[in-house]
């Protein structure tokens, strides 16, 4: 890789996609250098070509933890501002892994008397600063790569509550509005979250639209509202307001 693949593939990795046209001002080479650069990153297994540009390859394999959470940080700050501003003081909240999902974590700090119960150790840790917050911890299996607990006691744990809301995250969502993960024993406590929440939130950046997952988690049509930084695919935006799944697209990302 030159010096310009790398910058690019930089840029791929902090936002989630890169664009032709932008990268090429950016550079001031022309178009063709830089579709000639996409295909050579594509070639090498680094990013995947789609229309108008590129985005990072996925498909069985999540991105490590660190990477995720260095991706698009700008627009997960916003969906976690506005996410947190529908949860009112005096409620209760499931809140499971992803960095978006830690993001709401972050501006719940100044809510008073909450209730939160996790499988994710960050989250957990981000809320500990919340003297008015009561943390519940799921038990399981801990995957060291991000600090979640997944696995059947974890999912058990769970089953216990019936809480306020239900704040998920998902790694892709597909044109048929399908959320979309990795890791099946993951997914079984995300399901089992939104049963025993009273309404559910997605929270989402827009880049997952352009990703894809093996697992197949939950549909829109079970989801009341998602926090997301652009507006979806109009197709999708149909079947939502027809699904009565509430869209709020985040301003500030």
């Not at 032709?20 to 178009?31: P, T, Y």
């Not at 995720?68 to 501002?81: L, Q, S, W």
């Not at 979250?193 to 697992?215: G, H, M």
Request: aromatic residues 4%; contains cysteine.
């Amino acid at each position: 890789m030159n010096f310009r693949q790398n910058e690019i593939l930089e840029i791929a990795r902090n936002e989630g996609r890169v664009g032709v046209e932008e990268l090429a001002a950016r550079f001031n080479v022309s178009l063709q250098t830089i579709r000639r650069d996409l295909s050579e990153l594509a070639d090498t297994g680094h990013l995947e070509r789609v229309h108008g540009g590129a985005v990072i390859r996925t498909g069985v394999v999540n991105f490590a933890y660190e990477e995720r959470r260095r991706m698009n940080e700008a627009a997960k700050a916003a969906i976690g501002r506005a996410c947190a501003q529908a949860i009112p003081d005096n409620s209760s909240i499931v809140l499971n892994l992803g960095t978006t999902t830690e993001a709401v974590a972050r501006e719940l700090l100044g809510h008073r008397n909450i209730t939160v119960v996790t499988n994710n150790i960050n989250v957990a840790n981000i809320l500990m600063a919340n003297e008015s917050c009561d943390i519940l911890v799921a038990g399981g299996n801990l995957r060291r790569s991000d600090g979640g607990l997944v696995g059947d006691l974890t999912a058990d744990f769970m089953a216990e509550f019936k809480v306020d809301y239900a704040v998920i995250g998902a790694s892709a969502l597909d044109a048929e509005g399908d959320l979309l993960d990795f890791d099946l024993a993951e997914v079984r406590v995300s399901r089992r979250i939104l049963r025993q929440a009273r309404t559910r939130y997605l929270v989402t950046d827009a880049s997952k639209l352009e990703r894809t997952a093996p697992v197949r988690l939950a549909s829109l049509s079970e989801i009341d509202r998602v926090f997301i930084d652009k507006p979806l695919p109009e197709e999708l935006a149909k079947r939502c307001a027809d699904w009565g799944c509430e869209i709020t697209i985040c301003e500030g990302a």
